[in-house]
């Protein structure tokens, strides 16, 4: 199983940035998806979780309204389009997958991890 998480980079604050984590090696629409974080220092934290089909999905409080989690099963793929981003949001962003919804609600629970994509946000 192979996650590979890209789109990460350096930008000011209040830009976006749309990042994307291509899966391969595993039957990607039985599973549900992830997006953490992990800043210098800090513990991982999931940001935002869809289930298989992209009808449900979560976000950690500190970022609703300003990211968005999508699927597209056809292509393997699940994004996180981030808006108006804020120095706080530094961090390495790792996307996971895990079967079923209510596992993916706690970080501990997801089977396979990417390898992470850098986002860094300048005042």
């Known amino acids: 199983v192979q996650l590979q998480a890209s789109g990460g980079g350096l930008v000011q604050a209040g830009g976006s940035l749309r990042l994307s984590c291509a899966a391969s090696?595993?039957?990607?629409?039985?599973?549900?998806m992830g997006w953490f974080r992990q800043a210098p220092g800090k513990e991982r934290e999931l940001v935002a979780a869809?289930?298989?089909?992209?009808?449900?999905?979560t976000y950690a409080d500190s970022v609703k309204g300003r990211f968005t989690i999508s699927r597209d099963n056809a292509k393997n793929t699940v994004y996180l389009q981030i808006n108006n981003l804020k120095p706080e949001d530094t961090a390495v962003y790792y996307c996971?997958?895990?079967?079923?919804?209510?596992?993916?609600?706690?970080?501990?629970?997801?089977?396979?991890w990417g390898q992470g994509t850098l986002v860094t946000v300048s005042s």
């Open positions: 090696g595993l039957t990607f629409s039985s599973y549900a």
């Open positions: 869809i289930n298989w089909s992209g009808d449900s999905t």
């Open positions: 996971a997958a895990v079967v079923g919804w209510f596992r993916a609600l706690r970080g501990s629970n997801y089977d396979y």
